[in-house]
């Protein structure tokens, strides 16, 4: 179901719980109807952006062409991974303006070049992915909201 952005920085700003099983039918295929009703201004969400402190993001992946053969990945073009956890990250750095819609202003932050993530899929399978470019920026920008953290 696709639900309101939620641009309370009270809710944005609270660590995410671990998404279970259950999550799979209830935030996590809202959290991809949603993705996919805003993809036109949005290339990523995590759960909280919906009003859901769960550890659920969703990415756009054809955000970055050649992008959209990524396994285990939900309806249509949208990657949805429960309880992300990175494996591995690049220690090269870059440093880029990210906006976010729950957020008005745009912010300088610092992205690895590349991330190796581990997650559950809409079917609760593990997998382990790694993501470069502007799927790898998408991703981190997604954990740290789940962190609390906003750009
Ligand atoms: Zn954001």
New binding site residues.
Partial sequence: MVKDINKDIEILKKKAKPATKDDIAGVAQDLADTLQAYRMTCIGMAAN?IGVPKAVIAISLDAEDGAGSLPGAGPADVLVMLNPKYEKLSGKTYTVEEG???LEDKHEVKRSEWVEVSYRDMRWQKKRQKFTGLLAEIVQ?EMD?LEGK??
Avoid: P
């Fill in positions: 952006m976010c819609l729950s920008h909201h906003i750009v």
